[in-house]
């Protein structure tokens, strides 16, 4: 059983027990979280639940922990999970791991590998991850890029946490901006791209396509093909689907999808335009379908493709990844997922914006479009992997400022280079033992010998995994995963600077041995989360 989880119930039970008692007069279980203290000599788990308990009976809130502290102390399986249980001011409980708990995470990491961290939360269900979708109209620039890794990351900590998911790049090869492309590609007065791009597909397709939009569509696939899909690649994502506005105009679905929401009642007249009733489910305007000149907007074929979602793919749950310009278009488009019965199904994440910083200072001018940074920049001048890790260090809300400088130094100031110089450490210790060690060891070793605080402080880093998968399954922040590997490479520096792991004591070095192999597991299954290679020389 998960620790957390552990807490969580025997500290209901132990409410429970109070409230029978007569101790408690409240008949409602407070909510409260299990946390890790901010102080690190307070234990390595802390809740607050007494505190909660006071404000309803008016009570002390440190006497309310210390009966409570008695309660889960005196749990059958306490000892199983906890050396000591202790009260802090203002009405805290702190929890401290025991040591027989810390060898057991150590045993189980051998034995499970890389399925270490794999959790059931999500019960098989299917979640798709929609992300980037930036209009084929030209290269991806690093603000449409960001939700790249940010997207690939988050389907990939959904299906270890039990998902199926699916990760879907949605085309807008369709509509007014296709024929802004159209005449971009001629370079006639409604132009509205620029770049070296344009001029290749003038020289391409003018010649034989005049038509704006049929010239538009063209250049589009061309994009979309040697442009965007080179560009994906080199970030090493790979899609389950691409899926084309254009196919579901033209099938007709977003038609139906319209007349369905008539049926409704949930679109009326005015003005000559068809309007969709959105303020019914909360919107704080309705929002246009169809313009007074005939046109669908981009809604119309949002809701369409979210209803094929949820009716013809059979998702659970869809999740979309937006830029920050977009948040205006969040309630419409949830508005309308509800409106044919799939409320709360849908999840929009909205990432800030990028700036490029080098020498300290923003660069704003791109080699091939003369305005916005593209990707394309990024990834001539540095890895995917340092690219990847450093477009998730922050939090989606948070604007990124990525350093050019930082990104390229070989040092340990570049957290990429730190974390994969950790991973290469371990590889160059385990590379000087019998190969026989590394293949087959399942914990068989005497662990408690990893008595030192680094040792102990090192596997609580490593027991951490299960948590930051199932903390970010929960609330999509995979900005927590690149800390998670700093914090758990920073351990093993520690451990490394303290404790010499090829010893003349051989049971003594056999637990160390088995203690760098476990972190070497963990390490990776987080890079491989994050995206990242894991390299064994450096």
């Known amino acids: 059983m998960d620790t957390r989880e552990y807490i969580k119930i025997v500290s ?3 409410i429970r027990n109070m409230q029978k008692a007569g101790v408690l007069a409240c008949a409602e279980l407070p909510v409260f979280q299990v946390l890790k203290p901010a102080i690190k000599d307070r234990g390595d788990y802390a809740i607050s639940v007494a505190m909660e308990l006071a404000k309803l009976e008016k009570k002390n809130p440190m006497e309310l922990a210390e009966l409570l502290k008695e309660e889960i102390s005196s749990e059958k399986d306490f000892r199983k999970y906890f050396s000591k249980i202790e009260t802090a001011a203002p009405g805290f409980i702190n929890f401290y791991l025991s040591p027989e708990y810390l060898y057991n995470i150590v045993k189980q990491v051998l034995s499970e590998k890389e399925k270490f961290g794999n959790l059931d939360l999500g019960k098989n269900k299917k979640v798709q991850v929609e992300f980037v979708s930036a209009n084929p109209t030209g290269p991806l620039t690093v603000g449409n890029g960001r939700g790249g890794p940010f997207g690939d990351v988050l389907a990939n900590v959904l299906k270890k946490a039990g998902y199926k998911t699916e990760k879907a790049y949605y085309v807008n090869d369709y509509g007014q901006q296709v024929l802004a492309l159209g005449h971009s590609v001629l370079k006639d007065e409604e132009a509205k791209y620029s770049g070296e791009y344009i001029d290749e597909l003038n020289k391409q397709l003018v010649p034989r396509i005049k038509d704006p939009y049929q010239l538009g569509r063209e250049a589009a696939k061309i994009i979309l093909e040697t442009i965007i899909k080179k560009t994906i690649e080199k970030l090493n994502i790979k899609y389950d689907e691409w899926f084309s506005e254009a196919l579901l105009q033209e099938s007709g679905e977003v038609d139906k999808t319209i007349d369905l929401l008539k049926k409704k009642n949930f679109v009326y007249e005015k003005d000559g335009a068809q309007w969709f009733k959105a ?20 809604l119309a074929g949002d809701i369409a493709y979210h209803k094929y979602k949820f009716e013809k793919k059979k998702f659970d749950k869809a999740i979309n990844v937006w830029g920050a310009d977009h948040f205006g278009d969040v309630v419409g488009l949830k508005a309308g997922v509800e409106a044919f019965g799939y409320k709360n199904k849908l999840d929009i994440v909205l990432l800030q914006f990028v700036t490029v910083m080098k020498d300290g200072k923003p660069v704003k001018m791109s080699k091939r479009l003369g305005t916005a940074i593209t990707m394309d920049d990024l990834l001539e001048e540095l890895p995917a992997d340092v690219v ?9 809300n948070t604007h990124l400022n990525f350093d050019m400088d930082l990104a390229k130094e070989q040092s340990d100031k570049n957290p990429v280079f730190y974390v994969q110089y950790a991973h290469a450490r371990i590889a ?4 000087r033992v019998e190969p026989h060690f590394v293949k087959t060891s399942r914990g068989k070793f005497q662990m408690d010998l990893l008595s030192k605080p680094v040792e102990l402080s090192l596997i609580k880093q490593i027991a951490r995994l299960p948590e930051i998968v199932e903390d970010t399954a929960k609330d999509n922040q995979v900005h927590r995963l690149t800390q998670y590997a700093i914090d758990l490479a920073t351990s093993f520096h520690q451990f490394y600077g303290e404790c010499h792991v090829l010893i003349d004591d051989e049971k003594l070095k056999q637990a160390r041995l088995g203690l760098v192999l476990a972190t070497k597991i963990v390490l990776k299954n987080t890079l491989d989360l994050l995206g990242v290679s894991a390299p064994e020389k450096m």
């Open 12 to 14: 209901d039970r132990a």
């Open 279 to 298: 303020t019914k489910f909360g919107d704080e305007r309705d929002r246009v379908l169809i313009k007074s000149d005939g046109a669908k907007t981009y």
């Open 388 to 396: 990847r890790f450093f477009f998730l260090q922050k939090s989606a």
């Open 428 to 431: 160059s210790i385990l590379e």
